[in-house]
Nanobody
Framework: QVQLVESGGGLVQAGDSLRLSCAAS?????MGWFRQAPGDERQFVAALGWTGNWPIYADSVEGRFTLSRDKTKNTAYLQMNNLKPEDTAVYYCVGDKAHNSPYAFSYDGRYDYWGQGTQVTVSS
């Protein structure tokens, strides 16, 4: 079982930046992020496959967030720029163990591994 550990959350002001990190204890083919705000459903943020060069983003973060990964370190990063109050949520790192999964990146059931979550709070 691969463990995912997130770090980098915090309290910032609107327009600021944060970088989240997710360290995996082993290989996860696809790595990505979901988020959940209080009272809201869990929402896909971004994901990147093992062989892919182009991450997939939710429309709400496209152009502001950048997902990258270092496969040699089993680590994924989410650079979040121009943060908005509506980005406030607990951010969860995710990973899957199936190479060439048939499920969409945005489908939470695709993922076998989930981190414990890190809080991001953006004040206006």
């Amino acid at each position: 079982q691969v463990q995912l550990v997130e770090s980098g959350g915090g309290l910032v002001q609107a327009g600021d930046s944060l970088r989240l990190s997710c360290a995996a204890s082993g290989r996860a083919y696809t790595m990505g992020w979901f988020r959940q705000a209080p009272g809201d459903e869990r929402q896909f943020v971004a994901a990147l496959g093992w062989t892919g060069n182009w991450p997939i983003y939710a429309d709400s973060v496209e152009g502001r967030f950048t997902l990258s990964r270092d496969k040699t370190k089993n680590t994924a990063y989410l650079q979040m720029n121009n943060l908005k109050p509506e980005d406030t949520a607990v951010y969860y790192c995710v990973g899957d163990k199936a190479h060439n999964s048939p499920y969409a990146f945005s489908y939470d059931g695709r993922y076998d591994y989930w981190g414990q979550g890190t809080q991001v709070t953006v004040s206006s």
